[in-house]
């Protein structure tokens, strides 16, 4: 199914590490209403993440960055103002912010200077976005739990603006420089994420609404009126949602649960490979 | 729905309220009949003048079309009840095959036996569990079809002041999911996807069922539906990840630390002072 990572030891024996994914791989969601797999490409995408509290948003988030830790070809830098829901990838990852907006400032400063840089390389290249197995480019998946903890609770109203201004730069432009988004809010209506940078995001996941309006901020205007309203599902059953990717028609998801035990099994293994790979510069990837 | 307004209003009877259905096939039926009939006729005059006397040709050709024409027109006439007898054509079947079935059995074998296998048959339709459940999603889906025939003929209906032209949808295919039943429409001419979108909720309240989906099938014909129905939650259980799986060999490795090294102070509401130091407002909105 996928490569094992093989590492050469010192006195040049190889070392089978253990099996690795890769980002541009789609990423397993879960299951769709007829029991089929869902899986969901994130390279050059965006995912936007809405839902009541306990509806299971940072379940998918968890479920999106395990598969990006394993993906030894993607960098992590997470963002989560509760710190728990992502503090199990830290040692993934190459930046973690907590509830720190002038930490998150300086992390997004940074990641649209990196962007630019990469942009001035593909240019000199003559090439117009990143590709499997790119010698010096990596993409970056971004996590961003708790959106609105950022964007309109703490801070001055300047340093807000800016964090949603630098977000939405990266979003936009970010695509071709490996640069992928997936952000988590309970409710991304206009005062917690502008309207301009909610429209950007092209995959929505919705878990279960209160209302067919709130419903629709997620999935996009007019979903409610065909047919398609989070509001429906079940409070009882987190980790269900709507999901809009490929094919553009919202479907009905559950995503696939990791327990506690399982994300820390699966992150320390993951910070295990991440730091033998940076070791060793020249791990091998065997088919 | 249509077997009782079969043949039209009669010549001379002037009807206040225009019965479409009946008038219209009434109407079909006399275009058909004079179209089969005239083509029928000439192209079999023309043919036969070739080798026939040209009045033999004329009177040879119009015994062709009306033998031709007057078929054509029966069937147009009787065609909403050829309709109705197609949309019923499986479960008569099933019903000629319940029926007949035994008795033939009984007929060819001992009466006592044919009713010891019918026992047994429906037995093992009532108590296996797979059986049963195969037996009751398909049963759903011939349900669902008669359904949903009669949900379209209301949209019709109630957008008859808008388009009088619309004509039923055909439904083509329905099979049962995990959630429910998915059936494919075919749409005519007079309806199309906007006039069924809003109208989910009669879908799925003249279905029987918890909820409606009405999708575009194909890329290519817009006139290509699928209706999906959900009367089950197959979601309702954990689904686990498979990449548990994938890396299940390191699971039990070592145990999750439980206790970091903040020490378990301050956890209570009593550990924190009256009045708190100079913060930040936190938490959620
Ligand atoms: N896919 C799932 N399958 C089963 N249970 C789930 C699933 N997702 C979430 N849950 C359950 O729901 C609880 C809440 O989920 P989660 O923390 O993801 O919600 P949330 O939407 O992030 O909430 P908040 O808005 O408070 O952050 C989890 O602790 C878990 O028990
Ligand atoms: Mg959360």
Request: aromatic residues 8%; glycine residues 8%; proline residues 8%.
């Amino acid at each position: 199914m996928s490569p094992v990572l093989v590492a050469t030891t010192p006195d040049d024996t190889a070392v089978p590490l253990g099996p690795t994914l890769s980002i541009f791989d789609p990423v397993y969601i879960g299951i769709d209403e007829f029991g089929h797999p869902v899986t969901v490409p994130l390279i050059y995408r965006n995912l936007l993440i809405g839902g009541e509290p306990g509806s299971g948003k940072s379940a998918l988030l968890n479920a999106v960055v395990a598969h990006a830790a394993l993906s030894l070809d993607c960098r992590l830098c997470l963002l989560d103002a509760k710190r728990v829901e992502l503090g199990q990838w830290r040692r993934c990852a190459d930046a973690f912010v907590g509830p720190s907006l002038p930490d998150a400032l300086a992390l997004l400063s940074r990641l649209q200077i990196m962007m630019d840089r990469r942009y001035d390389y593909l240019e000199e290249c003559e090439r117009r976005k990143v590709v499997p197995d790119d010698r010096y480019i990596t993409p970056y998946l971004i996590a961003l739990d708790e959106f609105a903890y950022y964007s309109a609770t703490v801070g001055k109203k300047a340093q807000r603006e800016e964090f949603s201004e630098l977000l939405r730069d990266l979003v936009a432009r970010g695509r071709a420089a490996g640069i992928i988004v997936v952000a988590a809010t309970q409710r991304p209506s206009s005062d917690i994420i502008p309207t301009s940078l909610r429209d950007l995001f092209a995959w929505r996941f919705a878990g279960r609404c209160t209302t067919d309006s709130s419903s629709d901020i997620v999935l996009g205007h007019g979903k409610a009126q065909q047919g398609w309203t989070a509001n429906t599902i079940s409070p009882t059953n987190p980790g269900a949602g709507l999901l809009i990717a490929e094919g553009g028609t919202p479907q009905l998801v559950k995503v696939a649960y990791l327990d506690d035990a399982t994300c820390a099994a699966i992150a320390r293994y993951a910070a295990t490979l991440r730091n033998t790979v940076a070791s060793k510069p020249q791990p091998r990837v065997a088919a | 729905m249509l077997g009782g307004r079969l043949f039209g209003p009669r010549p001379g009877v002037i009807t206040v309220v225009d019965p479409p259905v009946s008038a219209s096939y009434a109407r079909k039926a006399r275009v058909a009949f004079f179209a089969v009939s005239s083509v029928v006729g000439v192209s079999t005059a023309a043919v036969s003048a070739v080798f026939l006397h040209p009045v033999l040709a004329v009177a040879l050709g119009v015994v062709a079309g009306l033998v031709c024409g007057v078929p054509a027109a029966l069937v147009t006439l009787a065609w909403p009840v050829l309709r109705v007898l197609w949309w019923w054509s499986f479960e008569a079947v099933i019903v000629a095959f319940v029926v007949l079935g035994p008795a033939l059995l009984a007929d060819l074998t001992h009466p006592l036996l044919a009713l010891g296998f019918v026992l047994a048959l429906a037995g093992v339709c009532a108590l296996a569990r797979p059986v049963r459940c195969w037996l009751v999603a398909w049963s759903w889906c011939l349900v669902v079809r008669h359904r949903l025939r009669v949900c379209f003929a209301d949209v019709i209906r109630s957008s008859a002041t808008r388009n009088r032209s619309a004509v039923l949808p055909l439904i083509l295919w329905a099979r049962p999911t995990p959630a429910g039943e998915r059936v494919w429409v075919w749409l005519r001419p007079g309806l199309d996807q906007s006039d069924l979108e809003g109208k989910t909720g009669k879908v799925a309240v003249s279905c029987w069922a918890g909820e409606a989906r009405i999708v575009r099938a194909s890329p290519r014909f817009a006139a290509l539906v699928r209706v999906d129905l959900t009367r089950r939650d197959p979601l309702a259980g954990t689904i686990a990840s498979p990449l548990a799986v994938f890396i299940g060999h390191i699971r039990n490795e070592a145990a999750t630390p439980v206790s970091p090294a903040v020490p378990p102070v301050g956890l209570d509401l009593a550990d924190v002072p009256e009045v708190p130091a100079e913060q930040p407002r936190g938490g959620r909105r």
